[in-house]
């Protein structure tokens, strides 16, 4: 792929401090763009669609592998591949870039872990709070009441 343009093969891709994915897990093609563009658009296949093989990857844990393809949604294809498509950019290596980058940001939104929430419970001081507030708002609406009438 990065070699038949002249760039040296990039291996291993950081996603993370410790996660990477390979680029043989990586696929790229690339499609003409759709919309405006004039004749350059109907001429120059200058859209990327990356696929990465998200079953098939062996260097991202299974539980980042599960939140990846709940994070891709409608992305995700059943045979276990991510696509992304790029087309915001007029030549191919700035679309090729920006696939890869999202695609990155999405693997690094999957692998952050959320904190598990800890079930408190509620001070005696709040606990006491909360009735003298409900006290005082009583009080209130009993001195609404009607007086007798002269």
Do not use: C, Y
């Not at 003409?32 to 998200?54: E, H, Y």
């Not at 696509?83 to 999202?102: C, E, P, S, V, Y």
């Amino acid at each position: 792929m990065a070699e038949e343009n002249g760039m040296p093969p990039r291996g291993r891709i950081p996603v993370t401090g410790r996660l990477f994915i390979e680029e043989a897990d990586l696929r790229e093609d690339f499609i003409r763009a759709s919309g405006p563009g004039g004749q350059n658009v109907n001429k120059v296949s200058t859209a990327v669609q990356l696929r990465f093989d998200l079953s098939g990857n062996t260097s991202l844990p299974e539980d980042v592998k599960a939140r990846a393809a709940e994070l891709a949604g409608s992305r995700l294809t059943r045979s276990g591949e991510i696509i992304i498509q790029a087309d915001r950019f007029r030549t191919q290596q700035m679309n090729r870039d920006d696939a890869l980058a999202r695609l990155i940001e999405l693997l690094a939104r999957a692998a952050h872990r959320d904190k598990p929430r800890k079930a408190t419970r509620p001070t005696l001081a709040s606990k006491r709070r909360r009735v003298e507030g409900k006290k005082h708002r009583g009080s209130i609406k009993k001195m609404r009441g009607s007086g007798p009438v002269e």
